[in-house]
């Protein structure tokens, strides 16, 4: 397969991952707390990567460069997850995903001032605001949900920020290891820091877990934690963070929508409304890059 495909194919992979975490996370909290689904998914997932490490012979890297970067994957892992899985307490699903459609904007913030990568301007600028008009509308058309729904729109947007900065981080140090080794040394920071969260809260381990709980976990800790951060490290090698981070602009639609069919989650018409102009504002984007990329290549430019 050719690295065109291979990129192609992860990102698939990351968008479809991504779509579906949401209400993974809102399953794996049902019958249990917040704070074990979270744990016991990491745990689970550093097994299985050191697992597949040690099956398709894959060493680690313990030069400096990797080590930051295991610290700045880790810590990300650590500090965005964890504000995830506490305010998915007071939000619907699809909420998570559509809040994190933010992140584009802020690692292109981040990007602009760390990694150099060129501003938004022109057709991809109106994109991207496009596109965050529209999680502004599902987010106005859904306030009447709780009354302490702000508590899990304040986290998300901690979550927002704290994973740009270890998207920017981990671009801007450059490693260029194999997307499982990331993982793995990421997981090795992040599942200490999740024990000893576990231990300083003194939370108490689940008497009895339910099914379904049981089944996200897993699906987290293999299919979400493993395959989906090792795609997602492929694919920022390779692109710049800002293109990586609209994958956040795509999910929003088929989180919602999953939401509404598999957990009952109500969709009025704002928050169709809202998909629309999420999915304008990638569109104009994508084509704003295009129109932008054959400009430069004019010769009197």
């Known amino acids: 397969m050719e690295l065109k495909q291979k990129i192609q194919a992860s990102y698939l992979a990351v968008a479809i991952i991504w779509s579906t975490t949401p209400l993974a996370i809102q399953w794996s909290g049902r019958g249990v707390s917040y704070l074990f689904?979270?744990?016991?998914?990491?745990v689970i997932g550093l097994v299985v990567c050191l697992l597949l490490l040690w099956l398709l012979k894959l060493p680690m890297v313990w030069r400096r460069k990797a080590l930051l970067t295991y610290l700045a994957a880790g810590l990300g892992i650590y500090a965005a997850m964890l504000c995830v899985y506490w305010g998915a307490q007071y939000i619907p699903s699809g909420w998570i995903s559509v809040l994190f459609g933010l992140t584009p904007i802020v690692t292109g913030v981040m990007a602009r001032r760390f990694l150099g990568e060129r501003a938004l301007g022109g057709v991809r600028l109106i994109g991207v605001f496009t596109g965050i008009m529209g999680l502004v509308v599902v987010f106005y058309g859904s306030l009447h949900f709780s009354e302490n729904a702000w508590?899990?729109?304040v986290a998300l947007l901690c979550s927002v920020t704290l994973h740009s900065a270890s998207t920017v981080w981990t671009k801007y140090l450059g490693f260029h290891g194999h997307g499982l080794v990331i993982v793995a040394g990421g997981l090795l920071v992040a599942v200490p820091l999740y024990l000893l969260t576990w231990w300083f809260l003194n939370e108490p381990w689940p008497d009895q877990m339910p099914l379904r709980a049981m089944g996200a976990i897993l699906y987290l800790g293999v299919i979400a934690t493993v395959l989906g951060f090792a795609a997602f490290f492929y694919v920022l090698r390779h692109v710049d963070a800002t293109r990586v981070a609209l994958l956040t602009l795509v999910t929003p639609i088929l989180a919602l929508w999953l939401g509404r069919w598999l957990n009952d989650e109500s969709l009025s018409w704002p928050v169709v409304a809202g998909t629309v102009l999420i999915l304008s504002g990638l569109?104009?984007?994508?084509?704003?890059?295009?129109?932008?990329?054959?400009?430069?290549?004019?010769?009197?430019?």
């Open 151 to 153: 508590y899990g729109v």
């Open 283 to 301: 569109l104009l984007y994508e084509f704003g890059e295009r129109r932008e990329s054959s400009l430069r290549a004019l010769p009197y430019n």
């Open 37 to 42: 689904g979270v744990t016991a998914r990491m």
